[in-house]
């Protein structure tokens, strides 16, 4: 009867064990995102516009004002095009942070292109940024015919598993998926968490470079 309990218990205990990477959001195919997404989360997707125009607005009256233009459609708020599923394989992808969070934090960050993935896995969209020190994992789900939204958890680090959605809410990362020019996407993070006022992660495929 003892080991019968320990077995029960060690059962019972598993699903709060950290995630493989493709366990990360765990929902059927057809399941929309507001279903699986927190209400925080939900409410920073409901709050795009409003983070896209604080952060650029503190880039601005920021040193890095010429950053903006320089970008292109990469900062149009509304610069989505349709059809916003990213094709499976790899891709670069950089990462740009946009308004400061905290008085002391830069208004301005771009990191060199790391390299990512998307993979069709049981019909669904997953994204994987593979290295950096910061990783999104999660999947895409589609949302209407110019955006998708990203459900995932972030990665630190020299980790190599990512804790399952929901289970730390400072690891909950929700994004919008949007294409914006032939072989171009982004994911834009409103308020994430951490640092700045909206991330932004450019996709290209790694053959384009």
Not at 10 to 27: G, I, K, M, S, Y
Request: charged fraction near 30%; glycine fraction near 8%; aromatic fraction near 8%.
């Amino acid at each position: 009867m003892f080991r019968r309990a320990l077995l029960l218990l060690a059962l019972a205990a598993a699903p709060l064990a950290a995630a493989r990477r493709d366990e990360v959001v765990e929902a059927g195919p057809n399941v929309n995102w507001r279903i699986v997404a927190s209400e925080e989360d939900r409410g920073r997707i409901r709050t795009w516009r409003e983070a896209w125009i604080a952060a650029l607005r503190d880039v601005r009256d920021g040193e890095n004002a010429g950053e903006i233009a320089r970008e292109g459609a990469l900062f149009v708020p509304d610069g989505a095009l349709a059809d916003p599923a990213p094709p499976p394989g790899d891709y670069d992808c950089r990462t740009l942070k946009l308004g400061a969070a905290q008085p002391e934090l830069l208004d301005y960050v771009a990191y060199p292109a790391f390299r990512c993935r998307i993979r069709m896995e049981g019909g669904r969209l997953h994204f994987t940024k593979l290295t950096g020190s910061q990783r999104p994992v999660g999947r895409l789900f589609p949302d209407n015919g110019r955006r998708m939204v990203f459900i995932g958890t972030l990665m630190l680090g020299d980790e190599t598993r990512a804790l399952r959605y929901g289970r730390d809410r400072e690891r909950n990362v929700v994004g919008l998926v949007e294409r914006i020019a032939p072989g171009r996407w982004r994911i834009v993070f409103p308020y994430p968490h951490h640092e700045s006022l909206l991330d932004v992660i450019e996709l290209v495929p790694r053959a384009r470079r």
